[in-house]
C-alpha cells in the first residue's frame, strides 16, 4: 500500500484537489455519491488514494 493511501485531507483540502466546492462535497455527502469520506474526531475527512480513485472512476464512466 502506497503511503498516500492514509494521507488525510480535509473537506476543504479535499474540495480544493477536485476543484469543486466545499458546498459540493457536503452534498455529494448527503446523497450518497462522491468520494467515500468518513467523520473523525468532528471533521469530515477524506483519505487521498480514496478521492483519486473516485476522480479516476468518473474519467472511466465518461470513456463508457
Known sequence: MS???????LIGEASEFL??????LRYW???GTGPQSA???????????????WLNAQFDQDAS
Do not use: H
Request: a positive charge.
Open 3 to 9: 503511503a498516500t493511501a492514509f494521507e488525510l485531507k
Open 19 to 24: 476543484r469543486v466546492p466545499v458546498s459540493t
Open 39 to 53: 467523520r473523525i474526531g468532528g471533521r469530515v475527512m477524506y483519505k487521498q488514494i480514496d478521492l483519486e480513485n
Open 29 to 31: 455527502r448527503q446523497v
